[in-house]
């Protein structure tokens, strides 16, 4: 492990618990551990979710990486399920003062990736701090950083995605403040979940919880922000980073929409815009959000093809 920073903070005697769900990608499992045993800061414990992986996840995980705590589902929890299991396991121990930090297992970060955001919430009180996300294929372009919605359109804005890294740092703010946050390396400190709540496993089994989430935060008073000095090395292929991208299956077209783990799922969907959006926009947010996924996806096969 790299060298402990000592900072005169009382932020910095904070414990960071890291909950990564995990499901038979061995190998982006072993390459996210493997970075966050690098880190300066060192007051943290990763608690990984193993749902029900026949990879042989578990078994590396207890031989290479010992000091994680490794609880498991039966392959029904998903994202949503195997998160509150880890949120659940932290708050019978954590304290006010510390934070949960949630990840995927298809990233990787620098070894100061907890100091930063740490510096951050010192600065930030009563906020939810999120990371942006580097393209794994070209680590200098921005994937995504941060997301503005429109409730009346259902437009989701990704921010500065497709951009140079360092052009950004150079021209834009470091800290902005964003809609919604992804459940890929956001920091929350510990007394939101007994505010707030878990995420919403029932009616959102997988796609759309971490959103509602975070929504559900802010509209608690907490702030969302996006640090851009933090950030993640994401597979994009292999996660739901944009829905409208993500890959649709011709066969059995019409169960793309009902799949509960497709982002297609119109069921999942109505649940995301009844639980967050402005009871005014509800109808228009749902159609318009509907038209845009199967327009978007038809037409991105169209192309493809």
């Not at 414990?45 to 749902?51: L, N, Q």
């Not at 590396?60 to 010992?66: L, S, V, Y």
């Not at 994680?68 to 880890?86: I, P």
């Not at 996660?239 to 799922?265: M, Q, V, Y």
Request: glycine share 8%; hydrophobic share 40%.
């Amino acid at each position: 492990m790299g060298k402990t920073i000592l900072i005169n903070s009382m932020d910095w005697a904070s414990f960071i618990y890291i909950i990564i769900p995990v499901h038979n990608r061995m190998e982006f499992t072993r390459q996210c551990l493997n970075s966050l045993t690098q880190q300066t800061y060192l007051k943290f414990k990763i608690i990984v979710i193993d749902d029900g992986s026949s990879d042989g996840t578990t078994d590396m995980i207890q031989k290479e990486f010992p000091e994680v705590v490794l609880l498991h589902g039966d392959g029904n929890l998903w994202w949503t399920g195997a998160t509150n299991l880890g949120v659940k396991h932290v708050l019978k121990n954590a304290t006010l003062r510390d934070y949960v930090l949630t990840m995927n297992d298809d990233v990787i970060v620098q070894p100061n990736y907890l100091e930063i955001l740490l510096e951050c919430a010192s600065k930030h009180t009563r906020s939810l701090i999120g990371s942006i996300a580097l393209n794994s294929d070209n680590e200098a372009i921005i994937e995504d950083g941060g997301v503005k919605i429109n409730w009346y359109t259902a437009k989701f804005s990704w921010l500065t995605r497709g951009r140079e890294y360092k052009t950004v740092m150079d021209e834009e703010p470091s800290v902005i403040p964003v809609d919604a946050l992804s459940g890929r390396g956001t920091l929350i400190p510990v007394e939101t979940f007994q505010k707030v709540g878990l995420y919403d496993f029932l009616r959102l089994p997988h796609y759309g919880a971490d959103y509602e989430f975070s929504h559900r935060a802010k509209k608690k008073g907490y702030n969302l922000i996006i640090d851009y000095k933090s950030f993640v090395v994401n597979k994009v292929g292999f996660t739901g980073i944009d829905n409208e991208r993500h890959s649709f299956k011709w066969n059995g077209f019409l169960k793309n929409f009902f799949a509960k783990g497709s982002p297609f799922c119109i069921r999942y969907r109505w649940n995301f815009a009844r639980l967050a959006c402005p009871k005014l926009f509800l109808p228009s947010f749902f159609l318009f959000d509907i038209g845009r996924v199967f327009i978007g996806t038809l037409r991105s096969q169209l192309i493809s093809m």
